[in-house]
């Protein structure tokens, strides 16, 4: 009986660990064993992105092996932008200025939010980012939430971290980030 007992918790321990793996994002299960680009389509709150990388001419780039540390903002935080913005860039004729967007939201390493938080202690408060994209953004926390200050002054909070990639990690953020203009 001792061992059937101990067998069962083993078994709750175990399947509560697989469950807790890697969070949602957007009503899908994120697989660790996909690439960026094939967890991102199918999340329901990331479809301005998708199509944005899609645009952009990125798809390949993000499927690639990496490893990448994606900033991923949602829907709402594109629906911030000003009126029209997101169809601007979309356009054929605004794809460098997408891709500079678009590659300003990553960061070539697998930086998981304890990482993070390490180098933002380690900083005293603030650390630099580099970006793909030639941007330099400052992670910063509060109440334990990473948040990303970019180049011009937008603060945005992951909302969802620490999404793990068979190439990398994705955060999910509320607020697209901008280069110094």
Not at 141 to 162: E, L, R, S, Y
């Amino acid at each position: 009986m001792k061992a059937f007992k101990l067998a069962t918790a083993i078994l709750a321990l175990t399947t509560g660990m697989a469950l807790a793996e890697n969070p949602m994002v957007g009503g899908a299960a994120m697989f660790e064993d996909k690439n960026i680009v094939e967890n991102a389509v199918n999340s329901a709150d990331h479809t301005t992105l998708v199509a944005a990388v899609q645009a952009a001419g990125l798809v390949e780039t993000l499927q690639g092996e990496g490893p990448f540390t994606v900033f991923a903002p949602t829907n709402d935080a594109f629906a911030k932008l000003p009126a029209g913005t997101v169809e601007t860039l979309l356009k054929p004729e605004n794809k460098d200025q997408l891709v500079k967007i678009l590659t300003c939201h990553v960061v070539a390493a697998n930086a998981l939010s304890g990482d993070i938080m390490g180098m933002i202690e380690a900083d005293g408060g603030e650390h630099k980012v580099a970006t793909v994209g030639g941007c330099e953004f400052t992670v910063m926390a509060k109440d334990a939430v990473v948040m990303i200050k970019d180049g011009m002054g937008n603060v945005a909070n992951v909302t969802i971290a620490d999404v793990k990639q068979s190439n990398g990690v994705i955060h999910v953020i509320d607020t697209v980030l901008l280069p110094a203009m």
